[in-house]
Every structure is written in C-alpha cells, then in structure tokens.
C-alpha cells in the first residue's frame, strides 16, 4: 500500500459530472459521499484498485450498512464511475489517470532536484569565491535572501493544496453523514468565518481525522437530539474551539453522564 493521501484531489466541480449526478439522483448525497470514500480506499492500493470482497470489512470500519454500500458500488458500476477488473476487483479510469499525473510529476521533480543539486553545489562554489575575494558581499547577501523567500513561498503554497483538500472532504463527509443522521444539519458552503475556525481546528493532529469525530458521534445518542433539551451537535459547534470535539472524541456524551442532566452545560 502507497502513501498517496496527499496527492489525492477532489475536483470542485466533481457534483456536476453528470456520471456523479446519476449517482446522486439514486442515492441522495449519502451514495456522494461514500463514492469519495471508496475512491480514497481505491486510491491507496498500488493498482489504483478495490477489492469487492473487502466491502464487509470497509462497511464495519466506517459504520455504513454493508447492503447500502454494495448498493451504492453497484450503482457506481452502472454510471460508469467504476469498471470491473477480473472478478473481484473495481477501479476507476479517472484515479488511474491521476496516478500517472502523480509519478510524472514526481519524477519531473526528481531529475530538477537532481539539476537543482548541481546549480547549488556549483552556486556554493561561486560564495565560497566571492567571500574569499572579498567582492560585492551585499550582492552576494541580496541573492541568498531572495532564494530562502522562494523556498518559504513553495512550502507555503504546498500547505495550503493540502489544506483545501481536507476542507472539502469535510464538508462532504458532514452532509453524508447528516443525510444518515437526518436530525443533524447539512451546511451549504464553508464561510469565511468557518474557515477560520476551521483552520484553527486543523492545527491539531486528533481534529485532522475528521471521519473518527463523526463515528464518535454515532454512539453517542445525547448529540443526536436525544436528551430533554431536544438539543444536538452541529458543525459549527464541533468546530467553535478546540474543547467540544475533544469531549466528542473522549465520549463525554455517553448517555450514561447525562441522566435527567438537560440543564449540565455543554
């Protein structure tokens, strides 16, 4: 299995693909959201593959009931989302396609480090040089500054893709999981002030898996509405600060603490 989570990208248009319409038309944004599950799973497998008969195992990891997702499987193979591979195998053109992007790319950027390498030994003996020498230190400063800013810039900008990602399986993951739970209330876009808190949650490592707040959730009847408050979680309140989803993530809403206890403040 490969490490690609990094590299895989959700395209903003991806609702409008009229394969994906199908597929929303007959299973709702649940079906939606559990398509960019699979292709996540499928995305890992160094053939850019899924395993059919690992469903039952995929169902139970992330509480979906197995009928539904051999449903929503089939439906992809339908819409042409999917294609089978042998008997046992699905995968899909489009992950494939982007794989192949991805190596490109990285042995693109294997061969500029490579020439990359080369400049700079050769620019270290250029310093070394005009130090010696003693000739124009301030051009010499000027230069060496201006490489550090463009390197600072790169990392930046590779945060950030990464951080766009993570956002739209958010917001995608929610409303899939509001449409299982339909108490719970779907959101329409992330805000900028969603954003903000957003990014803030994302600094800490046990907010970034996101999928494991939600499965927190669904044990935890208290956060479902019920309690005699009729009151239950929403997302912009999971991510209001950096204490709710710790008390989710820690089960402090197990039914159990929360006995005749509608008045104990959330």
């Given at each position: 299995?490969?490490?690609?989570?990094?590299?895989?990208?959700?395209?903003?248009?991806?609702?409008?693909?009229?394969?994906?319409?199908?597929?929303?038309?007959k299973t709702r944004w649940e079906?939606?959201?559990?398509?960019?599950?699979?292709?996540?799973?499928?995305?890992?497998?160094?053939?850019?593959?899924?395993?059919?008969?690992?469903?039952?195992?995929?169902?139970?990891?992330?509480?979906?009931?197995?009928?539904?997702?051999?449903?929503?499987?089939?439906?992809?193979?339908?819409?042409?989302?999917?294609?089978?591979?042998?008997?046992?195998?699905?995968?899909?053109?489009?992950?494939?396609?982007?794989a192949q992007k991805v190596q490109e790319k990285r042995e693109k950027c294997s061969k500029a480090g490579?020439?990359?390498?080369?400049?700079?030994?050769?620019?270290?003996?250029?310093?070394?040089?005009?130090?010696?020498?003693?000739?124009?230190?301030?051009?010499?400063?000027?230069k060496v500054k201006e490489s550090k800013v463009k390197e600072s810039k790169g990392k930046e900008s590779k945060g950030n893709n990464i951080y766009v990602a993570f956002e739209k399986a958010t917001l995608a993951n929610w409303n899939s999981f509001c449409t299982k739970y339909p108490i719970l209330s779907q959101i329409k876009e992330i805000s900028e002030e969603r954003r903000n808190k957003l990014k803030k949650r994302y600094e800490k490592e046990s907010f970034r898996d996101f999928t494991s707040i939600l499965e927190a959730i669904s044990k935890q009847d208290f956060l479902l509405g019920m309690n005699d408050r009729?009151?239950?979680?929403?997302?912009?309140?999971?991510?209001?600060?950096?204490?709710?989803?710790?008390?989710?993530?820690?089960?402090?809403?197990k039914s159990e603490n929360f006995s005749g206890a509608g008045s104990r403040q959330l």
């Open positions: 299995m490969k490490n690609n989570s990094f590299y895989f990208s959700h395209d903003s248009n991806a609702h409008e693909d009229t394969h994906i319409i199908g597929l929303i038309m079906g939606y959201g559990i398509f960019w599950l699979l292709n996540e799973l499928m995305y890992q497998d160094d053939m850019i593959r899924l395993d059919i008969r690992e469903l039952p195992k995929i169902a139970f990891r992330n509480n979906i009931d197995a009928e539904i997702l051999q449903n929503i499987v089939a439906i992809c193979l339908e819409e042409n989302l999917y294609k089978e591979e042998n008997t046992n195998f699905i995968y899909s053109d489009r992950l494939r396609r982007h490579e020439k990359g390498m080369k400049v700079r030994w050769s620019n270290n003996n250029v310093i070394t040089n005009v130090i010696e020498n003693d000739n124009d230190p301030i051009t010499l400063y000027n009729k009151w239950k979680v929403s997302f912009d309140w999971i991510i209001a600060n950096n204490t709710n989803y710790l008390k989710i993530l820690e089960y402090k809403y």
